[in-house]
Protein backbone atom coordinates (compact mmCIF):
# COMPACT_ATOMS: atom_id res chain seq x y z
CA UNK A 1 0.00 0.00 0.00
CA UNK A 2 1.50 3.62 -1.09
CA UNK A 3 1.11 6.14 2.15
CA UNK A 4 2.10 9.57 2.05
CA UNK A 5 4.18 11.20 -0.21
CA UNK A 6 7.21 13.76 0.66
CA UNK A 7 9.15 16.22 -1.51
CA UNK A 8 6.69 16.57 -3.59
CA UNK A 9 5.93 12.88 -4.36
CA UNK A 10 9.66 12.23 -4.58
CA UNK A 11 9.21 9.42 -2.19
CA UNK A 12 6.33 8.01 -0.45
CA UNK A 13 5.79 6.02 2.62
CA UNK A 14 4.50 2.26 1.27
CA UNK A 15 3.65 -1.03 3.33
CA UNK A 16 3.53 -4.96 2.42
CA UNK A 17 1.53 -6.66 5.48
CA UNK A 18 3.84 -6.08 8.31
CA UNK A 19 6.98 -4.74 6.74
CA UNK A 20 6.75 -0.56 6.14
CA UNK A 21 9.45 1.46 4.55
CA UNK A 22 9.76 4.61 2.05
CA UNK A 23 10.06 4.03 -1.73
CA UNK A 24 11.21 6.33 -4.76
CA UNK A 25 8.40 7.11 -6.33
CA UNK A 26 9.46 7.31 -9.63
CA UNK A 27 10.16 3.50 -9.53
CA UNK A 28 5.93 3.11 -8.52
CA UNK A 29 3.55 2.73 -11.87
CA UNK A 30 0.16 3.54 -11.07
CA UNK A 31 -2.17 2.36 -14.53
CA UNK A 32 0.01 4.23 -17.21
CA UNK A 33 2.19 6.62 -15.02
CA UNK A 34 4.56 6.95 -12.05
CA UNK A 35 3.23 8.06 -8.78
CA UNK A 36 5.75 10.63 -8.81
CA UNK A 37 3.98 11.88 -12.20
CA UNK A 38 0.32 11.63 -10.39
CA UNK A 39 1.45 13.61 -7.52
CA UNK A 40 3.31 16.55 -9.16
CA UNK A 41 -0.05 16.54 -11.41
CA UNK A 42 -1.85 17.05 -8.19
CA UNK A 43 0.00 19.34 -6.91
CA UNK A 44 0.43 21.70 -9.90
CA UNK A 45 -3.86 21.78 -9.97
CA UNK A 46 -3.66 22.95 -6.34
CA UNK A 47 -0.96 25.36 -7.35
CA UNK A 48 -2.89 26.92 -10.14
CA UNK A 49 -6.40 27.05 -8.09
CA UNK A 50 -4.65 28.98 -5.61
CA UNK A 51 -3.04 31.30 -7.47
CA UNK A 52 0.48 30.36 -5.69
CA UNK A 53 4.13 31.54 -6.58
CA UNK A 54 6.01 29.55 -9.40
CA UNK A 55 8.07 28.32 -7.32
CA UNK A 56 6.33 24.65 -6.21
CA UNK A 57 8.64 22.22 -5.85
CA UNK A 58 10.88 20.62 -3.06
CA UNK A 59 12.93 18.90 -6.20
CA UNK A 60 16.36 20.22 -7.23
CA UNK A 61 17.57 21.36 -10.65
CA UNK A 62 21.12 21.54 -10.77
CA UNK A 63 23.21 23.56 -14.13
CA UNK A 64 26.66 24.56 -14.92
CA UNK A 65 29.69 22.67 -16.25
CA UNK A 66 31.83 19.90 -15.42
CA UNK A 67 32.34 21.19 -11.76
CA UNK A 68 28.47 20.28 -11.71
CA UNK A 69 27.94 17.28 -14.19
CA UNK A 70 31.26 15.65 -12.83
CA UNK A 71 34.41 14.23 -13.85
CA UNK A 72 36.67 11.41 -13.10
CA UNK A 73 33.11 10.03 -11.82
CA UNK A 74 32.53 12.36 -9.06
CA UNK A 75 29.46 14.02 -9.98
CA UNK A 76 28.08 16.93 -7.50
CA UNK A 77 24.95 16.96 -8.63
CA UNK A 78 24.80 13.11 -7.25
CA UNK A 79 26.22 14.14 -4.33
CA UNK A 80 23.65 16.52 -3.79
CA UNK A 81 20.99 14.42 -4.45
CA UNK A 82 22.72 12.16 -1.61
CA UNK A 83 23.14 14.92 0.90
CA UNK A 84 19.46 16.44 0.72
CA UNK A 85 17.40 13.28 0.38
CA UNK A 86 15.91 14.94 -2.67
CA UNK A 87 15.00 14.14 -6.35
CA UNK A 88 17.84 16.14 -8.65
CA UNK A 89 18.22 16.60 -11.94
CA UNK A 90 21.47 18.04 -13.52
CA UNK A 91 21.59 19.64 -17.33
CA UNK A 92 24.93 20.89 -16.89
CA UNK A 93 27.87 20.06 -19.26
CA UNK A 94 31.11 19.96 -18.98
CA UNK A 95 33.08 22.96 -20.85
CA UNK A 96 29.96 25.04 -21.11
CA UNK A 97 30.70 28.56 -21.16
CA UNK A 98 27.85 30.80 -19.40
CA UNK A 99 26.08 31.93 -22.74
CA UNK A 100 25.94 27.93 -23.09
CA UNK A 101 24.44 28.31 -19.32
CA UNK A 102 21.89 30.63 -19.55
CA UNK A 103 20.33 29.10 -22.87
CA UNK A 104 19.49 25.87 -20.77
CA UNK A 105 18.44 27.51 -18.07
CA UNK A 106 15.93 29.47 -20.61
CA UNK A 107 15.14 26.73 -23.22
CA UNK A 108 12.10 25.29 -23.50
CA UNK A 109 13.52 21.41 -23.21
CA UNK A 110 13.75 22.57 -19.01
CA UNK A 111 10.60 23.93 -18.73
CA UNK A 112 9.25 21.43 -16.23
CA UNK A 113 12.38 21.95 -14.15
CA UNK A 114 12.31 25.49 -14.06
CA UNK A 115 9.67 25.37 -11.06
CA UNK A 116 12.52 23.99 -8.89
CA UNK A 117 15.11 25.01 -6.83
CA UNK A 118 17.83 25.50 -8.50
CA UNK A 119 21.37 24.98 -8.01
CA UNK A 120 24.19 26.90 -10.77
CA UNK A 121 27.84 26.44 -10.17
CA UNK A 122 29.91 27.54 -13.08
CA UNK A 123 33.52 26.05 -12.03
CA UNK A 124 35.74 27.80 -14.39
CA UNK A 125 34.73 31.35 -16.62
CA UNK A 126 36.35 30.08 -19.56
CA UNK A 127 35.13 31.84 -22.53
CA UNK A 128 34.67 35.55 -19.94
CA UNK A 129 34.99 38.81 -21.76
CA UNK A 130 34.24 40.92 -19.00
CA UNK A 131 33.01 41.04 -15.52
CA UNK A 132 29.62 42.99 -15.79
CA UNK A 133 28.99 40.66 -19.12
CA UNK A 134 29.55 37.38 -17.30
CA UNK A 135 27.33 38.36 -14.27
CA UNK A 136 24.55 39.83 -17.00
CA UNK A 137 24.05 36.54 -18.38
CA UNK A 138 23.48 34.69 -15.42
CA UNK A 139 21.07 37.28 -14.32
CA UNK A 140 19.21 36.92 -17.58
CA UNK A 141 19.12 33.13 -16.58
CA UNK A 142 18.48 33.91 -12.79
CA UNK A 143 15.16 36.02 -14.52
CA UNK A 144 13.73 33.36 -16.29
CA UNK A 145 13.26 31.05 -13.08
CA UNK A 146 10.38 33.39 -11.76
CA UNK A 147 11.26 32.61 -8.55
CA UNK A 148 13.59 32.98 -5.53
CA UNK A 149 14.50 29.49 -4.43
CA UNK A 150 18.19 29.45 -6.29
CA UNK A 151 21.51 29.25 -4.94
CA UNK A 152 24.84 30.51 -7.28
CA UNK A 153 28.14 29.53 -6.15
CA UNK A 154 30.97 31.65 -7.71
CA UNK A 155 33.53 29.90 -10.88
CA UNK A 156 36.71 28.61 -8.99
CA UNK A 157 38.52 28.19 -11.02
CA UNK A 158 41.11 30.97 -13.04
CA UNK A 159 43.07 34.26 -12.41
CA UNK A 160 42.52 35.16 -8.54
CA UNK A 161 41.72 38.71 -9.41
CA UNK A 162 38.99 37.50 -11.81
CA UNK A 163 37.67 35.40 -9.46
CA UNK A 164 37.37 37.86 -6.75
CA UNK A 165 35.94 40.33 -8.99
CA UNK A 166 33.07 37.53 -10.13
CA UNK A 167 32.51 36.61 -6.37
CA UNK A 168 32.52 40.28 -5.13
CA UNK A 169 29.33 40.66 -7.90
CA UNK A 170 27.77 37.89 -7.43
CA UNK A 171 27.57 38.87 -3.44
CA UNK A 172 26.34 42.03 -4.50
CA UNK A 173 23.29 41.19 -6.56
CA UNK A 174 22.10 37.66 -5.06
CA UNK A 175 23.23 38.30 -1.50
CA UNK A 176 21.02 35.81 0.11
CA UNK A 177 21.45 33.44 -2.72
CA UNK A 178 25.00 33.05 -2.62
CA UNK A 179 27.16 30.52 -1.80
CA UNK A 180 30.84 30.86 -2.14
CA UNK A 181 32.83 27.90 -1.98
CA UNK A 182 35.92 30.02 0.11
CA UNK A 183 33.25 29.98 3.31
CA UNK A 184 33.61 25.68 2.59
CA UNK A 185 36.95 24.79 1.76
CA UNK A 186 38.85 28.38 2.26
CA UNK A 187 40.94 30.13 -0.69
CA UNK A 188 44.12 29.41 -2.53
CA UNK A 189 46.54 31.79 -4.95
CA UNK A 190 47.05 30.50 -8.14
CA UNK A 191 47.17 26.92 -8.14
CA UNK A 192 44.41 24.57 -6.32
CA UNK A 193 45.50 22.77 -3.34
CA UNK A 194 46.17 19.27 -4.61
CA UNK A 195 44.21 17.98 -1.55
CA UNK A 196 41.09 19.65 -3.24
CA UNK A 197 41.89 17.87 -6.50
CA UNK A 198 40.34 14.33 -7.74
CA UNK A 199 43.77 13.49 -10.37
CA UNK A 200 46.53 15.88 -9.12
CA UNK A 201 49.24 14.30 -11.27
CA UNK A 202 46.87 14.42 -14.40
CA UNK A 203 44.25 17.10 -14.10
CA UNK A 204 44.81 20.56 -12.06
CA UNK A 205 41.48 21.27 -12.27
CA UNK A 206 39.03 19.34 -11.36
CA UNK A 207 37.78 18.10 -7.49
CA UNK A 208 38.07 15.25 -5.94
CA UNK A 209 35.08 13.10 -4.24
CA UNK A 210 36.33 15.02 -0.46
CA UNK A 211 35.79 18.45 -1.68
CA UNK A 212 32.63 18.11 -3.34
CA UNK A 213 31.26 16.34 -0.55
CA UNK A 214 31.67 19.07 1.51
CA UNK A 215 30.35 21.43 -1.26
CA UNK A 216 27.76 19.15 -1.38
CA UNK A 217 26.98 19.21 2.04
CA UNK A 218 27.02 22.61 2.14
CA UNK A 219 24.72 23.64 -0.41
CA UNK A 220 22.14 21.08 1.45
CA UNK A 221 22.79 23.31 5.08
CA UNK A 222 22.23 25.97 2.56
CA UNK A 223 18.59 25.48 1.21
CA UNK A 224 17.71 23.80 4.70
CA UNK A 225 18.51 26.86 6.40
CA UNK A 226 16.24 28.83 3.19
CA UNK A 227 13.64 26.25 4.92
CA UNK A 228 13.08 25.48 0.99
Known sequence: MIGTCFFEGAWCAV??????????????????????????????????ASGAPAFTSMMIWTEGDSYMQGAYDVSLSKLIADATYRTVDDTAKGGAQMQEIVARLLGAENDNFRSRITVVWDGSFNGLKSVDEYVTLLQDGINGLAHNHFVVIPPLFGDKTIRDALAIEIKSRWPDNTLDWRDVLGDYDTAIPVDWLAKPTDDQVHLGLGTMRKMASAIAQFIQSKDW
Open 15 to 48: SVGEISGYADATLMVVGTQTVQEKYAEYWQSLQA
